[in-house]
């Protein structure tokens, strides 16, 4: 990279409002998808006027927008490409994420000046093809999952420097290699790559024999089902030190079929651990408070992937749900007269303990001592899903702050 900075920071986004919270927790950039040849069909994604609006709010903010094009396209499919890759270069994106060395070509041909960014899906495990991409025209390639460190540190010796290495950091983890997988389309018809997917990994199984139809045997000592394919998620925000001195440039973060609301803990979090790192000579420890913030997202149980030695993704057989320890109550809309003027999401009344997390510094703690409906009018509590609501409190909060509460009997984290 030609700054100062750790790695650049690169967040998700399905719909506007994950946008705009990706902007405000610290993005450096944002990575989304049009309404076609995305890996994520079944997010809100960004038509044609959403997205030039969506660039000129990136841009504006000093961020820049990575649009995916990177499903696998048949034959039929090929026509709609010059089109779209026409259309995302006039939008003024920053670069296109392609998984197939035709579209890698077409754009070439089509727009010379428009980046491009090799998705994962290709599967760049060594240094010949990181390096054959860049000779085709690809500015960078977002590496393989598989990869340990050392592997990492390989390829970014044997390669150009000007080429870009981007890795996952944080997020789902797909148990096929880098996203190529085709059982959601042998049992639902769904193809997993050209953003369809089933997500048949997070089922559970049991085993039947075919002489005795209808009774199920199970496929884990302790159930009767076992979700056989369930990896774990990914959280390398206790590493970044080891990823960014194996040469990786770019910390991606997956989640564009997420919240808003995890998109801006999930970014905060990490911003804020690059820039302790970077302040402390990349080596100083992070405080528990920001290793918890990652905790306070709907999440499966965490892993380091295979980046570290002697480490794999592993997997929960037991149970396919995720760990929900902290729910969001209410999103700020401002500040005004002693009252924090709020949105609110899920139902809370006064007299509750909150947590609010603002883009910066750490989350601070409230308690709801007096409540006001839209009309000024007391209330006990908020119960209308986006019901405007005012807070009395000193503490000042800006638009785009988060309410939080923690669940009851869960600790602030469970790791």
């Not at 991409?133 to 590496?143: D, F, H, K």
Request: hydrophobic share 40%; glycine share 8%.
């Amino acid at each position: 990279m030609n700054d100062d900075r750790i790695a650049e920071l690169l967040a998700p986004a399905g719909d506007e409002d994950a946008l705009t919270a990706a902007l405000r927790y610290g993005a450096d950039a944002v990575y989304l998808g049009g309404k076609s040849f995305g890996m994520r069909a079944r997010a809100a994604n960004f038509g044609p006027d959403a997205l030039v609006g969506a660039v000129k709010t990136a841009h504006s903010h000093g961020a820049k927008i990575y649009l995916t094009c990177n499903t696998l396209p048949r034959g039929r499919d090929l026509d709609e490409l010059p089109t779209f890759i026409d259309f995302a270069a006039a939008a003024g994106i920053d670069a296109l994420i392609v998984a197939d060395l035709g579209v890698l070509a077409l754009s070439k041909r089509l727009q010379p000046g428009l980046a491009c960014h090799i998705s994962t899906q290709f599967g760049v495990v060594n240094h010949l093809a990181a390096a054959e991409l860049y000779n085709l025209g690809a500015e960078r390639v977002i590496l393989a999952r598989e990869l340990t460190l050392g592997e990492i540190a390989e390829i970014r010796a044997k390669t150009p420097p000007q080429l870009s290495l981007e890795a996952f950091v944080h997020g789902a983890v797909c148990l096929s290699v880098s996203g190529r997988c085709v059982i959601s389309n042998y049992l639902t018809g769904r193809d997993a790559n050209n953003g369809e997917c089933a997500q048949p990994c997070r089922w559970k199984y049991a085993l039947m024999e075919s002489e005795r139809p209808g009774q199920y045997f199970p496929a884990y000592e302790e159930d009767s089902y076992s979700y056989l394919l369930n990896a774990n998620d990914l959280c390398m925000i206790g590493h970044l030190d080891k990823l960014a001195a194996a040469g990786v440039d770019t910390f991606k973060i997956e989640g564009r079929a997420k919240s808003a609301y995890y998109v801006a803990v999930v970014t905060g979090a990490y911003r804020k651990a690059i820039d302790h790192l970077a302040q402390n000579g990349g080596k100083a420890p992070l405080p528990d408070w920001l290793l918890e913030e990652v905790e306070k997202i709907s999440h499966r149980p965490y892993s380091t992937g295979f980046y570290l030695p002697d480490s794999l993704p592993d997997q929960d057989r037991v149970r396919g749900g995720y760990n929900r320890f902290w729910q969001l109550v209410a999103t700020v809309d401002g500040y005004a007269g002693g009252y924090i003027h709020c949105t609110e999401r899920n139902r809370f009344s006064k007299g509750e303990e909150l947590e609010a997390l603002a883009p910066d510094g750490p989350p601070i703690t409230l308690v709801v001592d007096e409540m006001l409906n839209e009309d000024g009018e007391r209330i006990e509590t908020a119960r209308h899903p986006m019901m405007k609501v005012k807070i009395r409190s000193a503490q000042v909060l800006p638009a785009g702050a988060m309410l939080r509460r923690r669940e009851p009997g869960q600790d602030s984290a469970q790791k």
